[in-house]
């Protein structure tokens, strides 16, 4: 009689909830998306948490090298008023947060990253929480691929895999349908959250994340 599978009690827990499917929009540069991404994974206390990642690249004028901040089209004033408010979010909900004086290009980890899908839940998870950590915490251009390939490592992503995500065409195929997905549901910016029929974007409230999914539940 073959050995039965080993369930973990995270596993076990994770099945004894209703589960909810939620598509994100997203991309590693943009900081709104980090704090997005923390307040999100609260929902898994209450639910079997299923996202689908769909990932945009915002800024692909962009060199992979990096460039300060004031290339971005924005008005100096506004861009600190917007920091300032990031900050705090942060510093109210404990999540780390530090300030990026440069912008880099991001494709390359999001092809990364699309390609870990493959290599199943944990793996891409520790990937992306990484890839977040690197740029918002650590200060680190991972636009570098030096720095990527750091990254793939220590989640025991080989090079090999890393050199083929970036040159598979269906991973580049993946980010245009991603956009071309974005723009048929009308969605212009990035973090968007979906719940079914519901869009939520930018900053937004973990209280409003847990009101969404208590609708998409109750209206199945």
């Not at 004031?70 to 600190?80: G, H, Q, V």
């Not at 900050?87 to 699309?114: C, H, W, Y």
Request: aromatic residues 10%.
């Amino acid at each position: 009689m073959p050995d039965l599978p080993v369930i973990t009690r995270r596993e076990l827990n994770r099945m004894s909830l209703p589960e909810l499917n939620v598509t994100v929009y997203s991309d590693y540069i943009c900081p709104f998306c980090y704090v997005g991404h923390h307040r999100l994974q609260r929902l898994r206390d209450n639910y079997d948490l299923k996202i689908n990642w769909c990932f945009l690249e915002i800024h692909p004028e962009t060199s992979a090298k990096g460039e300060a901040v004031d290339t971005l089209d924005y008005p100096s004033e506004t861009w600190e008023k917007m920091m300032d408010n990031l900050e705090r979010v942060a510093k109210e909900e404990n999540i780390p947060l530090s300030r990026l004086d440069f912008i880099t290009n991001s494709k390359d980890a999001l092809l990364l990253s699309e390609s870990a899908k493959k290599f199943g839940r944990e793996v891409f998870y520790r990937l992306h929480e990484k890839l977040f950590t690197a740029y918002f915490v650590n200060g680190k251009n991972i636009g570098d691929r030096d720095i990527l390939l750091k990254i793939a490592s220590d989640c025991e992503i080989t090079e090999n895999d890393v050199l083929a995500a970036w040159q598979d065409k269906k991973h580049q195929q993946q980010l245009l349908q991603n956009f071309n997905t974005a723009r048929q549901h009308n969605i212009q910016s990035v973090p968007s959250f979906v719940f079914d029929k519901k869009v939520l974007t930018g900053v937004v409230a973990e209280s409003a994340f847990r009101e969404a999914a208590e609708q998409l539940l109750a209206s199945g």
